[in-house]
């Protein structure tokens, strides 16, 4: 069956500027979570989705980062305002009963 | 505070050998520990899983040794062969985080033929 899949797989925007990623879970799957990976800080969480709640944000590094679910399926990451620090993959994944199953990331690159 | 430590940072192994990846953790709570492969530009694939209330799960090439009253668990690959080079991630999850994940700071694992 088809995974998690998520775009752009890249991304190149200008400092200053918005961006959105997007990630469609595994068709079922109610948990929905993003992660960031960079270099420095390896896989972090961001965000917790159960079904379109989020109960758990406290991963968001700064106000001008926010995310939404709808109709219990995809989900937007958007990052207001780029800064060169918000370089990194950002992943996906959905989770079924207890296993999280990755997308293949977004890489963002600031300049 | 670092809630998962891995090591090694990095592993050089031949092939056919066994390769030996190790974490520890520190909240008692936790009840998942899975392990990730992670090839390069590709997202983390699950490998391996194991819930505390067994020692040892075996799948294929690939053994997750846990140790409750140590607080540690590790990864052996049996075999190891040049395909297997990736980078490796422990993580945890369980008590009140729920499904979320924190990882080890990862491995990278080099098999050479």
């Known amino acids: 069956g088809a995974g998690v899949s998520q775009s752009p797989s890249n991304k190149v925007t200008e400092k200053g500027k918005d961006v959105e990623l997007r990630c469609d879970p595994i068709?079922?799957?109610?948990?929905l979570y993003w992660y960031r990976q960079s270099l420095g800080q390896g896989l972090e969480f961001l965000i917790y989705?159960?079904?379109?709640?989020?109960?758990?944000k406290s991963g968001l590094p700064s106000d001008r980062f926010s995310a939404e679910r709808t109709g219990g399926s995809v989900s937007t990451l958007t990052i207001q305002r780029t800064q060169q620090e918000d370089s990194a993959v950002y992943l996906c994944?959905?989770?079924?009963?207890?296993?999280?199953?990755f997308g293949p990331g977004t890489r963002l690159t600031v300049t | 505070q670092q809630q998962v430590k891995q090591s090694p940072q990095s592993l050089i192994v031949q092939k056919g050998g066994i390769s030996i990846i190790n974490c520890a953790y520190e909240?008692?709570?936790?009840?998942?520990f899975p392990w990730y492969q992670q090839f390069p530009g590709k997202g983390p694939a699950l490998l391996i899983a194991?819930?505390?209330?067994?020692s040892e799960k075996k799948e294929g090439r690939f053994t997750i040794s846990f140790n409750k009253s140590a607080k540690q668990f590790s990864l052996h690959i049996m075999d190891s062969q040049p395909g297997d080079s990736a980078t490796y991630f422990c993580?945890?999850?369980?008590?009140?985080?729920?499904?979320?994940?924190?990882f080890g700071q990862g491995t990278i694992l080099t098999v050479h033929p």
């Open positions: 994944a959905s989770q079924g009963a207890r296993e999280q199953y």
């Open positions: 989705f159960q079904g379109n709640s989020a109960p758990d």
């Open positions: 909240n008692t709570a936790f009840d998942y």
């Open positions: 993580a945890v999850s369980g008590g009140t985080s729920y499904g979320k994940l924190t």
């Open positions: 194991i819930r505390p209330d067994v």
């Open positions: 068709s079922g799957h109610t948990a």
